[in-house]
């Protein structure tokens, strides 16, 4: 799982995050900033801010079945699809070896402008890039050969918050886990209470544009076939 910000995994796949670990999937996430530009309190230094939100996001993953956690340290607010960051996402890839990997779609969505900070489209272009075709090519960035990571190929992608979903998952039974891993980016929703409200919304939203049974829950992806 690749992500911009802390936080972002848990608004857009915590539920399917639980759902994978609750089959005994293994999920680890990449996490590209500290998200040390995120929230309003001046009073706080931006060091503080990223220390803060590493340790928020490390308590949401333990939420939903996650302790693998890489945070890259670029910065929030500025980021941009460069090699650095390609070959960053491609050594997390060839670490892990997974055999899908989620991340931010990096097509923006203008009915849903929020959805694409730019970002999400930034993480999303790397995270693609780094899939197909810097993490099977062993001439892509040699030095994470000198490093011992072999080149690897990762069969799908999914991307989140794309207009053009193609896969839902039912998250129903993970609904709440997912709203229990948004609680603790405190720094971000203060106690939780409206986004758990609003998260509830957007799943039923998304579970009824999938024909799933009234009351249900579920998260939209973008399935691209990379292997």
Not at 73 to 85: A, F, I, N, Q, Y
Not at 124 to 146: I, K, Q, S, T
Request: charged fraction near 25%.
């Amino acid at each position: 799982m690749v992500a911009a910000h802390p936080d972002d995994v848990d608004f857009g796949a915590a539920g399917t995050v639980a759902t994978f670990t609750d089959a005994g999937i293994e999920v680890a996430y990449c996490i590209v900033t500290d998200g040390d530009a995120g929230g309003d309190d001046r009073s706080v230094s931006r060091a503080q801010m990223g220390a803060l939100r590493r340790d928020e996001q490390r308590a949401a993953a333990a939420e939903v079945g996650v302790h693998d956690v890489t945070f890259l340290g670029h910065p929030d607010g500025r980021l941009v699809p460069s090699l650095e960051l390609r070959r960053d996402i491609a050594r997390v890839i060839r670490r892990f070896r997974p055999h899908r990997v989620l991340a931010p779609s990096p097509e923006r969505w203008w009915d849903r402008i929020y959805a694409s900070h730019p970002d999400h489209l930034a993480a999303g272009e790397a995270a693609v890039c780094a899939v197909y075709p810097d993490a099977r090519n062993p001439f892509a960035h040699p030095e994470l050969v000198e490093e011992g990571l072999e080149p690897h190929t990762v069969a799908e992608v999914w991307l989140m918050a794309s207009p053009t979903a193609t896969v839902v998952v039912d998250t129903s039974a993970a609904i709440d886990r997912k709203i229990a891993a948004l609680r603790c980016h405190r720094s971000q929703v203060g106690d939780g209470e409206q986004v758990a409200a609003r998260v509830r919304e957007w799943g039923m939203a998304t579970a009824a544009e999938a024909g799933l049974p009234e009351g249900a829950a579920a998260e939209a992806f973008r399935l691209v076939p990379t292997g």
